[in-house]
């Protein structure tokens, strides 16, 4: 058990420790001194920041079509049975069962065949179409363990279901809708896969990584924004992580 | 206004399945049109082949870039994904299961949440550094070797890298490179459906079957292992899945072209969308089988 776990979290500290090497050209182990001047490198790099922000904008964009899609889809399936309700789940699944390759190289295809050009919403679309299942799985583990009389009470006393929907099940789900966008947000934060084939020339954050990596200019500084992107990743993953357990807690 | 607020409320609501529409239709629109559009697209892409001549796509539904898949090459490829990704299930699923089995059975409450915590983490934290990370762990002059050489097993690491088709010049550009990076990249995928599958199988089970006279490995091998069996197929599906269609591992932490990398290369260097969208049809029909 102790070892698995470090052979999960090693890793991160061996980048860690590459990010404030003084040796720029190889990986040599162990370095041959420490510094925090590659910090101030990155910091500087305008093409770092221009990434960072199209990174922002495209996860910031991408959660808030996951939220309403994935939000209406659950409230649909949780509401009724009907025909072809596992279909409805299996096709929002889908695009993070399948290989992300496939998803990319279709949205690709789909693009190229009627030929719209690459944008900053094409890389959208395609971010959103696998965060979908994210904030749909967990709003629908919220709404099971909602009472429905809460809802019919609602209504009997004469809400609208625009009100009921404000003041009864939004209440409820809001937790659950955070954490979800947190994990989609994370998930489009650091995405490649899809994002190279749907970006163009544009570069989010995770795919400037991705090519420093194959034309290799001043590594340490690629070190310092792996290690940035580990860590603004995690904060929304550990805050998501105590908002749905806090849900739990709450159930008696 | 208010009134016909309510008329409207009162109207979905005597038609249940009006509202189900209604709430169903976007999100069902959007991975309808954007997602199975796509794919099938895909599909259709696959069908039309690049004239090798002008080097333009020919619009015009044919069976012969399927043909260009079936060479021996491409066959190679494929064959090689597929083993990686099997090598790589069956090793994550050995691995996973004595965590996942602490996990479900002997952790208390508090160190079972860090536990979960600690597997989730790296799960959904950045891939591609994840990856990267193996690639400074494995390098020539990089982390292994060092400590390899201070327990003076160089001859080892030497005589595995010398093994023909696994090895290579260094960790980074082997087989065995690749392998360690799927595993250690896919391990919380495997790890938290056999937990979720362990901690649904009953202790009484496993009392009882020991109160009838089995050894404790009779007992998991008869009892805990067939009740854990979906979790080790859900997380087999991930895992395999994930590693067929992986393009970024085997680019930086290989030697050998995977079905990712080509499907990559033929869509980004060589402009030839019919072939890539031919090839991804290959992982899905692995993943079909």
Same mark, same amino acid.
């Given at each position: 058990?102790?070892?698995?776990?470090?052979?999960?979290?090693?890793?991160?500290?061996?980048?860690?420790?590459?990010?404030?090497?003084?040796?720029?050209?190889?990986?040599?182990?162990?370095?041959?001194?420490?510094?925090?001047?590659? *910090?101030?490198?990155?910091?500087?790099?305008?093409? %770092?920041?221009?990434?960072?922000?199209?990174?922002?904008?495209?996860?910031?964009?991408?959660?808030?079509?996951?939220?309403?899609?994935?939000?209406?889809?659950?409230?649909?399936?949780?509401?009724?049975?009907?025909?072809?309700?596992?279909?409805?789940?299996?096709?929002?699944?889908?695009?993070?069962?399948?290989?992300?390759?496939?998803?990319? %190289?279709?949205?690709?295809?789909?693009?190229?065949?009627?030929g719209i050009p690459f944008s900053f919403w094409t890389i959208v679309a395609g971010h959103a179409t696998f965060c979908v299942v994210v904030v749909y799985n967990n709003v629908l583990a919220r709404l099971r363990r909602t009472a429905a009389s809460q809802v019919e009470a609602s209504m009997d006393l004469g809400a609208t279901p625009m009100q009921t929907f404000r003041h009864v099940v939004l209440p409820h789900i809001a937790t659950a809708l955070v954490a979800g966008g947190m994990l989609a947000f994370a998930l489009s934060f650091d995405e490649v896969i899809v994002t190279t *084939?749907?970006?163009?020339?544009?570069?989010?954050?995770?795919?400037?990584?991705?090519?420093?990596?194959?034309?290799?200019?001043?590594?340490?500084?690629?070190?310092?924004?792996?290690?940035?992107?580990?860590?603004?990743?995690?904060?929304?993953?550990?805050?998501?992580?105590?908002?749905?357990?806090?849900?739990?807690?709450?159930?008696? | 206004?208010?009134?016909?607020?309510?008329?409207?409320?009162?109207?979905?609501?005597?038609?249940?399945?009006?509202?189900?529409?209604?709430?169903?239709?976007?999100?069902?629109?959007?991975?309808?049109?954007?997602?199975?559009?796509?794919?099938?697209?895909?599909?259709? @892409?696959?069908?039309?082949?690049?004239?090798?001549?002008?080097?333009?796509?020919?619009?015009?539904?044919?069976? $012969?870039?399927?043909?260009?898949?079936?060479?021996?090459?491409?066959?190679?490829?494929?064959?090689?994904?597929?083993?990686?990704?099997?090598?790589?299930?069956?090793?994550?699923?050995?691995?996973?299961?004595?965590?996942?089995?602490?996990?479900?059975?002997?952790?208390?409450?508090?160190?079972?949440?860090?536990?979960?915590?600690?597997?989730?983490?790296?799960?959904?934290?950045?891939?591609?550094?994840?990856?990267?990370?193996?690639?400074?762990?494995?390098?020539?002059?990089?982390?292994?070797?060092?400590?390899?050489?201070?327990?003076?097993?160089?001859?080892?690491?030497?005589?595995?890298?010398?093994?023909?088709?696994?090895?290579?010049?260094?960790?980074?550009?082997?087989?065995?490179?690749?392998?360690? $990076?799927?595993?250690?990249?896919?391990?919380?995928?495997?790890?938290?459906?056999?937990? $979720?599958?362990?901690?649904?199988?009953?202790?009484?089970?496993?009392?009882?079957?020991?109160?009838?006279?089995?050894?404790? $490995?009779?007992?998991?091998?008869?009892?805990?292992?067939?009740?854990?069996?979906?979790?080790?197929?859900?997380?087999?599906?991930?895992?395999?899945?994930?590693?067929?269609?992986?393009?970024?591992?085997?680019?930086?932490?290989?030697?050998? @072209?995977?079905?990712?990398?080509?499907?990559?290369?033929? @869509?980004?260097?060589?402009?030839?969308?019919?072939?890539?969208?031919?090839?991804?049809?290959?992982?899905?029909?692995?993943?079909?089988?």
């Amino acid at each position: 058990m102790i070892g698995v776990l470090l052979f999960l979290h090693l890793p991160f500290a061996v980048i860690m420790l590459y990010a404030l090497t003084t040796e720029d050209a190889s990986f040599r182990f162990p370095p041959p001194g420490l510094t925090l001047d590659w *910090f101030q490198v990155a910091w500087n790099r305008p093409d %770092i920041w221009a990434a960072l922000g199209l990174s922002l904008r495209v996860a910031g964009a991408a959660t808030a079509v996951a939220l309403a899609l994935g939000t209406l889809a659950a409230l649909a399936v949780h509401r009724s049975r009907f025909f072809g309700r596992e279909a409805v789940s299996f096709l929002l699944l889908l695009p993070i069962a399948l290989p992300g390759i496939v998803t990319g %190289i279709a949205l690709r295809s789909a693009m190229g065949l009627i030929g719209i050009p690459f944008s900053f919403w094409t890389i959208v679309a395609g971010h959103a179409t696998f965060c979908v299942v994210v904030v749909y799985n967990n709003v629908l583990a919220r709404l099971r363990r909602t009472a429905a009389s809460q809802v019919e009470a609602s209504m009997d006393l004469g809400a609208t279901p625009m009100q009921t929907f404000r003041h009864v099940v939004l209440p409820h789900i809001a937790t659950a809708l955070v954490a979800g966008g947190m994990l989609a947000f994370a998930l489009s934060f650091d995405e490649v896969i899809v994002t190279t *084939f749907t970006a163009g020339q544009q570069e989010t954050l995770p795919v400037w990584i991705f090519s420093q990596l194959t034309k290799p200019r001043q590594r340490p500084v690629t070190n310092v924004v792996a290690v940035f992107v580990v860590l603004s990743t995690s904060i929304p993953i550990l805050l998501a992580h105590l908002l749905t357990r806090e849900g739990t807690r709450k159930e008696p | 206004m208010r009134s016909r607020r309510r008329a409207f409320a009162t109207f979905f609501f005597l038609r249940p399945r009006l509202a189900l529409l209604a709430l169903i239709a976007p999100p069902l629109l959007w991975l309808g049109v954007v997602y199975l559009g796509s794919l099938f697209s895909l599909l259709v @892409q696959s069908l039309f082949h690049l004239d090798g001549f002008t080097g333009r796509v020919v619009r015009r539904v044919s069976l $012969a870039t399927y043909g260009d898949l079936f060479t021996r090459a491409n066959m190679d490829i494929v064959v090689r994904t597929a083993t990686m990704a099997a090598a790589v299930t069956v090793a994550t699923a050995l691995l996973a299961f004595p965590p996942a089995y602490y996990m479900a059975r002997y952790a208390p409450p508090k160190i079972k949440a860090a536990l979960a915590l600690g597997i989730l983490l790296p799960l959904w934290s950045s891939y591609l550094v994840r990856v990267y990370s193996w690639k400074l762990i494995l390098a020539r002059e990089g982390v292994v070797s060092w400590f390899v050489e201070r327990a003076r097993l160089t001859w080892l690491l030497d005589a595995l890298l010398g093994l023909p088709g696994i090895g290579g010049p260094s960790l980074s550009v082997s087989a065995i490179g690749t392998f360690l $990076a799927f595993v250690y990249v896919w391990l919380p995928y495997m790890i938290l459906p056999v937990a $979720a599958a362990l901690e649904r199988v009953p202790p009484s089970l496993l009392e009882a079957s020991s109160d009838l006279g089995a050894r404790p $490995a009779q007992t998991f091998r008869r009892v805990t292992l067939p009740l854990a069996f979906p979790g080790l197929v859900a997380g087999s599906i991930f895992t395999f899945s994930l590693t067929l269609g992986d393009y970024i591992t085997p680019q930086y932490v290989a030697n050998s @072209q995977f079905i990712g990398n080509v499907v990559y290369e033929s @869509q980004g260097v060589a402009n030839n969308i019919p072939f890539a969208a031919a090839f991804s049809v290959v992982p899905i029909g692995i993943m079909a089988i």
